[in-house]
């Protein structure tokens, strides 16, 4: 098919007919090629080498087959048809290894290759590989930089068509201008969570949050801070902390908000205990702390009556009655309903010491073990028997002291029955019955 210029033809008597009833004119008087006389360019008229070419070229200028159900209109037959399949739900096409149904034969084609794995389409650039070749004449365009849509509304421009049409309806004011979007939010009133993770069966409706959630078992921190390196399980804690070292440039919609905001630069903490004297950043943590004096617990555990100050602790101690660990340790196996005692005993495995003694540099895993040690500098010791005025260091030895008092004996020796207030006393007792038995 090609298209040249043409002056309007004397017609002679012989096609005149022909020209009246068609509105084609035989091409060089041959009754075998046509051109279209009813173009309107004279000048870039087209010709065919049969009439029936030229006949379903003309259907490009008209569209003569109507949709009843929605009135739109298409230029071929075939096309309708595949239209109509919208409306009626069928899907004649079906992919033998899935049972998935396609309304065209092109899309059944192209999720066959998902099966297959067919990827014949290869960049030259980069070596990597397609299913389809619009997707690699897509892909090219991360080489050239062509972006070929263009926004005229503020300028952008988009490699991908899928991007400039999402990019378009922030314009519009369409509601979830992306269908990605879109389908999250459907799973807030489906309820569907179609993410789970293989380690605690937890499951979530987005991908994103199941990659978060994956971070508590393997104890990965892969954001570090370049300033002081200190790592992060998600960039959200990242950024936040980040702006310890550095005015961020942060907007807000709020004054109130740009406040809050810039106390973690300055390190204010405006919100004072009038008990204690301590302070916070933020109103909310002074009340949450102002329990502690005031012996309100909100939460309140209904299996066992326990109450709580916090809804942290309030929802790590449904985990007793649940029986939930959702803290894994890949090293060892074992399993922890806290966060808090996951991460202490990833410190056997790993080494880490970080609370030091800044009286003679011995390190320790857990903040309360320095505590403990801390009183064999200052001599202090702030737990007292109300029985007999002795004083003790750490609340265990005040427990196991007050069993003098009370003559508990916890501790029992299975061979003779003997009970022991100690632990160690039970034990070196144990060595007579082995010594007796050798």
Known sequence: MGTMPLRSPPLPSLFSDVFAETGLIPLNNNLHEYVDARRETHSNWMSFAQSSHLSEHQQTHTKPYHCTQCGKNFTTFN???IHQRLHTGEKAYHCLQCGKSFSRSGTLSRHQ?????????????????????????????????????HC???????????????????????????????????????GEKPYHCSQCGKSFSCLTNLSVHQLIHTGEKPHHCS??????????????????????????????????????????????????????????????HQRIHTGEKPYHCTQCGKSFTRLKDFREHQRIHTGEKPYHCLQCGKSFSRS????????????????????????FSCLTNLSVHQ???????PHHCSQCGKSFSRSSLLSEHQRIHTEVKPYHCVPCGKGFTRFGNLKRHQRKHTEVSL
């Open 79 to 81: 096309s309708l048809q």
């Open 113 to 149: 290759q998902t099966h297959t794995g067919e990827k014949p389409y290869h960049c030259l650039q980069c070596g990597k590989s397609f299913s389809r070749s619009s997707l690699l004449s897509e892909h090219q365009r991360i080489h050239t930089g062509e972006k070929p849509y």
């Open 152 to 190: 005229t509304q503020c300028g952008k421009s988009f490699t991908r068509l899928k991007d400039f049409r999402e990019h378009q309806r922030i314009h519009t004011g369409e509601n979830f201008s992306r269908s990605k979007d879109f389908r999250m939010h459907q799973r807030i009133h489906t």
């Open 227 to 288: 300033q002081c390196g200190k790592s992060f399980s998600r960039s959200s804690l990242l950024s936040e902390h980040q702006r310890i070292h550095t005015e961020c440039g942060k907007s807000f919609s709020r004054s109130g908000t740009l406040s809050r905001h810039q106390q973690t630069h300055t390190g204010e903490k405006p919100y004072h205990c009038l008990q204690c004297g301590k302070s916070f950043s933020r109103s909310s943590l002074l009340s949450e």
């Open 340 to 363: 808090k005692d996951f991460r202490m005993h990833q410190r056997i495995h790993t080494g880490e010491k970080p609370y030091h003694c800044s009286q003679c540099g011995k390190s």
């Open 375 to 381: 009183l064999i500098h200052t001599g202090e010791k």
